[in-house]
Each structure stands twice: as structure tokens, then as C-alpha cells.
């Protein structure tokens, strides 16, 4: 089954400077990924998401990049800023019949230090 | 409000006792999930449904149980709870053309 691994575990940044976080999966028929953000005592909430056919995607501060033939994803958050602090989890999926399993990284935690 | 609905926030379990962790959806998506997270090791499927009447497992099926009689509900059964299934517990859902999976807000199951 498809693995994913998640890096770093912990991050801390200045409020403005850039985070980046970076993910691999195993399955090359992982053709969907997104990025979710979780803050405390909630549950995950979708940020982005980046499909295979597509290298780069960007949403105001947030982008994700894509290397399929790395099989690595990344999440660029710009000109951070403290509500930016969470838990964020990448995830791959395989397309199956009629669902989209999600396979998640472990998550980083993301501080950042006004 | 759409969304996903999960109850009851949070439980406290004697080992051994039966319990149903309940998830509604109301946006009629044909595929809802059901994962645990841990710390350290993040969320981890455990059972799936692609549509009513249909399941199936994921990476972390034992000790549970689903079944999908409709299209909004989805809950999940610990049959003779273990202190090992201390976790938090999301359900999820999607439409069948893989767009955005919406997780309700959880539950803390502690089993004691």
C-alpha cells in the first residue's frame, strides 16, 4: 500500500519568514494530494490539494509543488503569520472504486514566533 | 450548517464494555471514512465505505466494525474495548469524484 512520509516533525519560524514542508509517497498511482490543516481540538481541514497533472499550485500565501517523478510534494506557506500556527498533515491518494483513500504523513507542527 | 457530525465529543470506557462512535453527513457524499489519530503516528484509516450498502477495511481494521445502511451514517463499533484503542477518532467524507474530504470534529474515546 502506499506510504508516506512526512518532514520535518517540528517546525518554527518568524512571523513573515517561509515554511516549507516537504513529503514523499511510494505508489506511483497516486495521482491526488492534498494538504490539511489542523488546529487544536478540531479536525483536519483541507488548505490545498495539487493533482498529478500539475506541477505547482498557488492560493495567496499557500503553494504546493509536485515532482512526480521524485514522487515528493511540497507545501510553501509565505509571509507567515502567528494564525498559521497548526498541525499540518500531507496525504496521497490512490483512486480506488469510487473513493479516494487518503494515505497521511505522520504531520509537522508548525509554530510561528511573532 | 453541511457538514459532518460526530458524537459524543468525547467517552470514557471501562475495557470490555461495547460502544458506537456515531458520524451524519448531510451533503450526500457517497464515500465516508473512518481514521484514528495518534501522536506520533497521525491519522490511520480504518474503515472505508465507497457507497451505502458497501465497506471495506483500511490500514487499522481490528477490534472495529462499520456498517453503511444509508448514505449519511456511518458509524463505528469497538465490540469489547482495549485500552490500545485510546485515541481520537474522525469520521470523514467525499464525493465519488475525489474532491475535498470533510472531517467532522472528532471524538476522545479513553478506554480504561
Known amino acids: 500500500g502506499e506510504n508516506v512520509e512526512q518532514h520535518p516533525s517540528t517546525l518554527s519560524v518568524q512571523e513573515g519568514d517561509s515554511a516549507v514542508i516537504k513529503c514523499t509517497y511510494s505508489?506511483?498511482?497516486?495521482?491526488?494530494f492534498p494538504w490539511y490543516k489542523q488546529e487544536l481540538g478540531k479536525g483536519p481541514q483541507l488548505i490545498i490539494d495539487?493533482?498529478?497533472?500539475?506541477g505547482e499550485k498557488k492560493d495567496q500565501r499557500i503553494a504546493v509543488t509536485l515532482n512526480k517523478t521524485a514522487k515528493h510534494f511540497s507545501l510553501h506557506i509565505t509571509e507567515t503569520q502567528p494564525e498559521d500556527s497548526a498541525v499540518y498533515f500531507c496525504?496521497?491518494?490512490?483512486?480506488?472504486?469510487?473513493?479516494?483513500?487518503?494515505?497521511f504523513g505522520k504531520g509537522t507542527k508548525l509554530s510561528v514566533i511573532p | 450548517i453541511a457538514g459532518i457530525t460526530q458524537a459524543p465529543t468525547s467517552q470514557i470506557l471501562a475495557a470490555g464494555r461495547r460502544m458506537t462512535l456515531r458520524c451524519t453527513q448531510d451533503?450526500?457524499?457517497?464515500?465516508m471514512y473512518w481514521y484514528r489519530q495518534d501522536l506520533g503516528l497521525g491519522l490511520r484509516l480504518i474503515h472505508y465505505?465507497?457507497?451505502?450498502?458497501?465497506?471495506g477495511k483500511g490500514e487499522v481494521p481490528d477490534g472495529y466494525s462499520v456498517s453503511r445502511a444509508n448514505t449519511d451514517d456511518f458509524p463505528l463499533t469497538l465490540a469489547s474495548a482495549v485500552p490500545s484503542q485510546t485515541s481520537v477518532y474522525f469520521c470523514?467524507?467525499?464525493?465519488?469524484?475525489?474532491?475535498?474530504?470533510?472531517f467532522g470534529q472528532g471524538t476522545r474515546l479513553t478506554v480504561v
Open positions: 470523514a467524507s467525499s464525493d465519488a469524484r475525489g474532491t475535498e474530504a470533510f
Open positions: 505508489d506511483s498511482a497516486s495521482n491526488y
Open positions: 495539487i493533482r498529478s497533472n500539475v
Open positions: 496525504a496521497a491518494s490512490t483512486p480506488g472504486a469510487g473513493s479516494y483513500q487518503l494515505t
Open positions: 451533503m450526500r457524499h457517497n464515500a
Open positions: 465505505s465507497n457507497t451505502a450498502g458497501t465497506t
